[in-house]
């Protein structure tokens, strides 16, 4: 099936109410942490994501449905000096898996940090999803290391106490 993936434009109410459908199937899944988005966020999050310019979105489409979501941020390597893209979600409903939704979904970012001047894609996957970890190992992904004594870099967080 062709796929066609568009950037989201956050002003635009279908893509803002598919964007949030999308990202809210993803929050309910295992890997998304088995919990709906809160009704709070599903009214905000658009809003505030659209305050931010160095925040952005895709969609992919299939035969005119949104199939799959990517959110990534604009980031810097102090290391080489450039821009750096970190990709942040990403979903693919169930019925459309397997079908290259998420590779279409990695090139657009891709040319997309090529039209900046990144030096790189960056992304966090839990050590348990095993079909992303393959899907990003195929689209050239792989952990982070600066040496190899130096180990793997972790993806650790921290609360915000009160938020």
Request: proline fraction near 5%.
């Amino acid at each position: 099936m062709p796929t066609e993936v568009k950037p989201v434009d956050y002003s635009n109410p279908d893509q803002a109410a598919e964007l949030v459908e999308l990202l809210n199937t993803y929050a309910m899944d295992e890997m998304g942490g088995s919990e709906a988005l809160t009704d709070q966020v599903q009214k905000t999050l658009v809003a505030q994501m659209q305050q931010r310019p160095h925040i952005h979105s895709a969609i992919a489409y299939v035969d005119g449905q949104a199939a799959g979501l990517i959110n990534y941020l604009e980031g810097f390597s102090t290391f080489k000096a450039q821009p750096l893209l970190n990709v942040h979600d990403v979903v693919v409903k169930a019925d459309y898996r397997g079908q290259g939704v998420a590779r279409e979904l990695f090139e657009f970012v891709l040319a997309a940090a090529k039209e900046i001047g990144c030096c790189k894609i960056t992304l966090e996957v839990l050590e348990g999803n095993e079909v992303a970890t393959q899907a990003y190992t195929r689209f050239g992904f792989q952990p982070y290391r600066l040496t190899e004594g130096g180990g793997v870099a972790q993806f650790w967080h921290k609360p915000v106490p009160g938020r």
